[in-house]
């Protein structure tokens, strides 16, 4: 599978909003569950939101009701709509993507460069 690319990231002020794009430019994605990552400064890479094939999603506690993940297959394209943006959220997010039951805990691509989401307060 090749790697996915990460874009849309930027810096924003507290409450405002941006879009990640995470473009998979071939294989066949569409049977797996893709999934964004983010690594705040100093701490552990963080699992943060997944789609799976089916449609379904999970998200992690912290940005329920605020991110929200989705897919477009055809365009081999999915994105993290995020709202409400807090400074800690400020992280360099990452795509990746796996099997439904392990995709947060064993990614199985390679990570790619991210793209950094600064929120100011």
């Known amino acids: 599978q090749e790697q996915l690319v990460e874009s849309g990231g930027g810096l924003v002020q507290a409450g405002g909003s941006l879009r990640l794009s995470c473009v998979a430019p071939g294989g066949t994605f569409s049977v797996y569950s893709m999934a964004w990552f983010r690594q705040a400064p100093g701490k552990e890479l963080e699992f943060v939101a997944a789609?799976?094939?089916?449609?379904?999603?999970a998200y992690v506690d912290s940005v329920k009701g605020r991110f929200t993940i989705s897919r477009d297959n055809a365009k081999h394209t999915f994105y993290l709509e995020m709202n409400k943006l807090q400074p800690e959220d400020t992280a360099v997010y990452y795509c990746?993507?796996?099997?439904?039951?392990?995709?947060?805990?064993?990614?199985?691509?390679?990570w790619g460069q991210g793209t950094q989401v600064t929120v100011s307060s």
């Open positions: 990746n993507w796996g099997n439904r039951l392990t995709v947060a805990s064993m990614p199985k691509g390679s």
């Open positions: 789609i799976h094939s089916s449609g379904n999603t």
